[in-house]
């Protein structure tokens, strides 16, 4: 297409038109300019592509497609390939489908266990969610249809998702909710991005300049097209002129003559919507010179895919005593209504209508015979004794009881969040009853987000299958059976209870706000902080092998920008082949800014057969020792010694290594409000202040009258907090001005 072109032919109206959606889920066309419309539909584990009744909660049916393990397991894989592949599969289908953008996937942090669409989310992380969403962007779009990264940003919590404002701190914002966009953004490359619902202190961001304008396309170069989330504009006006390209879905025709009004009344430019409309012909332009359908597309394939995809995004959380795998000819018995009735997908948007379903009780016929009892219904909440003791003595009866259980759909889903991290009360009593007669107990967990398991002591094997897609109870019975070693790590913490959690006292927020006052302290950061214990922390996950660390070396152990590598070599020491996720985190190991313990920085994942070695390998660059400074509005990093660590989980820390880096020269401009010691660290300062104050800067310090019992370092700690301005106090009798040209030459000599 000739963007230029037709955009030189269009009226004010069409390009108003364009600048929302045609229905629920196209955008408008126009035949005379050779502009096709364009559909999209809700990703992101799977195709919701409606034709009629379209709706954007997945009320009503949409086409038949493979559902794929959702974000919470995906993100558990820690395989960037794994993500490409299951992208490609999503891009797939989406060309099959005539679709031009699917709309995921989906980077919001998980800040608290409770927000009702954590499954939809990758992780606590922003580094693993960012890389994570990034190789699942590129494998869509590698397909030639685009991706929207979604929901931008600080979407963290369903309560109030439409209206809430998330007060969040400048340095939060950048090092975890902003960050995991970023990466993604910049690796990614998404032809699109859909705005949050929310405000971000105080301002909507589908109409938030800097959100959009600055951060997004200046500063991380972003050049596709925006649109809010449904539903998600509150002013169109507003919107346009702050980077906001699409509305979705259509709102009407006094939507359009908004627009057209607010240009001919000098309210809107002409020309940013002309950039908004350039920005949309562009990602049409993308869809139709990408179209590609494939000859042959077979659902069935996907499914098996599906089930590949799931053994590695399901973590085995404890395996005492080598319970699992199974093996031999041992009685098996299946109880609980997941293992009939998997729950695999979350509530909402994203909802797929599946081609089929596998459940591990239809798996395991072609394993072994097991016995099943339902135990409970999937929906129960409170015990059935009937159900219980048949269960009780199915248990009884095997020499290994596997208990299937999980979160229904009215606990946890997109729309709203959980009120607790609790399992339904008569799954934890059933757990309780068959341990009370059977001391080989496995239990598989379906849910998105962590829950609280009171008997984790008493049972010996836990393996959290997640929401695990269509397949999930093939892949179930492939790992509990060793068809395949289970490899997922956990990407997000399991904490002991909802109480210690970093955002338990400001989560939902009790009106229209919700204050982050946690901070930069998320997940693994704030229990590393606090030193609190969990039940299972970040990045921790076994398997049926161990491994054995060894030689962490750095390509140097000085670090002054470019690139450094850190490698370490993995044994498997065990008898099954299995793969290894191995974590690196950059621990500051010197005084200076208020730093989390460790920041996961670099992963990477490899397959060793018994008594094989091999090596992990990964980059870190700047950007991985820089903390955001809200002084200069920027990243910095801090000159000092500081520790690579390689590790299993991020309570599991193997091997270290030190490497000394060299420092930003920070350059913090001097007001009458900086105090001394801040002053001091300025190269030049305490020669500047002496030369300029001369006697009067010791008087200062210490006064006259103390100068025999304060000590010169006593005399500076005191003064440590002062600030400049303060220096005219105290009868020092400096003018104002002296003070003024004080902080012009402190800001001169740092070049300011
Ligand atoms: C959700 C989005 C989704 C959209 C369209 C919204 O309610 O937040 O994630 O893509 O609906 O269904």
Redesign the pocket.
Known sequence: MDIEKILSQMTLEEKAALCQGKDFWHLVGFERLGVPEMMVS?GPHGLRKQDEQAD??GVNESIKAVCFPTAVGTAASFDRELLYQLGEAIGESAQAENLGVV??P?ANIKRSPLCGRNFEYFSEDPYLSAQTAAAYIRGVQSKGVGTSL??FAANNQEARRMSISAEIRERALREIYLASFEGAVKEGKPWTL?CS?NKINGVYSSQNPWLLNEVLRKEWGFDGMVMT???ACDDHVQGVASGLDLEMPRAGDSDDLALVKAVREGRLSEKDLDTAVRNLLGTIDKYVTKRNPPAEFDWGVQHHQARKFAREAMVLLKNDGDLLPITGNKKVAFIGGFAAKPRFQGG???HINCTEILSALEAVRSVCPVTYAEGFAVDDMEADPARQAEAVKAAAEADIAVLFLGLNDRIES?GYDRRDMKLPPCQNELVKAVCAVQKNVAVVLHNGSPVELPWADSVPAILEAYLGGQAAGGAVVDLLFGAVSPCGKLAETFPLRLEDTPSYLDFPGETDKVYYSEGIYVGYRWYDKRKLPVLFPFGHGLTYTTFAYSNLRLSSDAFDGGELTASVDVTNTGKFAAKEIVQFYVRPDHAGIDRPVRELKGYGKIALAPGETGTVTVTLDRRSFAYWEERIHDWDVEGGRYVIEAAASSRDIRLCAPVEVKGDALRVPVTGDTIMSEIRKIPGARELLNEALGAKEHKMEGGDAAEEAISNEMAEAMSAEMPLHCLGSFNNDLPREFLLSLVEKLNALQGL
């Open positions: 809700d954007h909660l709309l995921g989906a979604k929901h859909m619902y989330d449904w539903g909402g948007s994203s997109e």
